[in-house]
């Protein structure tokens, strides 16, 4: 009888034993939860608040971390999104996603051996899959290998072709290698997966206004607009669109609002001289052009050199 009732004493104390734990781990769950419900509206604070007390209550799980470490992220708090990359890699050493996270911020950061080397760790880990030909595509970005990182996000759109992050590359490579119309090709797709990324909406204007499709350069820019009101590329760009289309007053005042955001850029100085120009304002367009020389005297020189070689050319024809 008596063994009888300390058995039952025993499975009572570890089924409250069990219980709790049960209950520890679903409330470090319910908080780890809540960070990601915060995380997607991008209520950063909130996030972080959550992800932390997640941790707290339950220090050894490498996706608390992880996420915690992406908020820091995207709030562009580098070094705290450091810690917790490696916190998670020492919980689990295989996390590819972790060390992809270091690479971009040492690649923007400019610290090209350290991004490469943490890639490379990504693509150790997980040597199978979409984001392996990704890493390799930024790998090649981050040494001036534009024809191999388009090489390599192709291979990663071509396993995927809903990923975001490649499509978004893909687009930037061909844009930066002066391919309008490819970039455009791009971005159309990227956007098509998130539709209000400031990032796509504002490069596929721009696209648009090199290709001289004014129009869609307008209707796009318009949008980023509702995006984000301070952005310079995007006022300078749409002042661009109105241009082309014969809105000379429109194309003023966004390149004054261009410049309202950032003084201190020898393009926009220089174009909202070249705008002021063509409305006869000739002594407001000469205060510019001064004002572009003081910033950057090579821009000017290189700026009119190319003014004067399509004068030329024209002529010619």
């Known amino acids: 009888m008596r063994e009888t009732v300390l058995k039952v004493i025993v499975l009572l104390l570890f089924m409250l034993l069990f219980s709790a734990a049960e209950a520890y781990c679903a409330s470090s769950k319910a908080y780890y939860l809540r960070g990601n419900k915060y995380f997607i509206k991008k209520k ?13 209550i339950n220090p ?3 996706d608390y971390y992880y996420k915690l470490a992406e908020t820091y992220r995207l709030k562009e708090s580098e ?3 450091i810690a917790c990359y490696r916190e998670a890699i020492k919980i689990n ?3 590819y996603s972790t060390y992809a996270g270091l690479g971009e911020i040492f690649f923007k950061r400019g610290e090209c051996e350290e991004a490469v080397r943490y890639y490379t760790k990504a693509i150790e880990a997980c040597p ?6 990704f890493f390799l595509g930024r790998i090649c970005d981050i040494e001036g290998d534009t024809d191999g990182a388009v090489r390599e996000y192709k291979k990663a759109v071509k396993i995927r072709p809903g990923y975001f992050d490649a499509l978004s590359n893909l687009a930037v490579c061909y844009a930066e290698k002066g391919d309008s119309r490819k970039a455009v090709f791009y971005y159309v797709k990227a956007r098509k997966i998130r539709p209000y990324d400031e990032h796509i909406v504002v490069g596929l204007g721009i696209a648009y206004t090199n290709l001289k499709e004014f129009s869609k350069a307008r209707n796009v820019l318009r949008i980023a607009l509702n ?3 301070f952005n310079r590329d995007t006022r300078f760009y749409l002042g661009k669109a109105y241009y082309g289309m014969g809105n000379l007053d429109q194309a003023i005042r966004q390149t004054e609002k261009a410049l309202e955001i950032n003084p201190g850029n020898p393009e926009t100085h220089f174009t909202l001289g070249l705008y002021y ?6 002594d407001m367009a000469i205060a510019e052009y001064r004002e572009a020389q003081l910033l950057n005297p090579d821009y000017i020189m290189k700026k009119v050199k190319r003014i004067e ?4 050319k024209q002529q010619a024809e």
């Open 309 to 312: 070689e399509k004068a030329k």
């Open 128 to 133: 199978t899959g979409s984001k392996d030909q």
């Open 277 to 282: 120009d063509k409305k006869g304002w000739s």
């Open 79 to 81: 070094d705290e999104a």
């Open 93 to 95: 050493p295989q996390y």
């Open 227 to 229: 995006i984000n009101l």
């Open 44 to 56: 950063y604070d909130r996030a972080i608040e959550k992800y932390e007390k997640a941790i707290e």
């Open 60 to 62: 050894k799980i490498a």
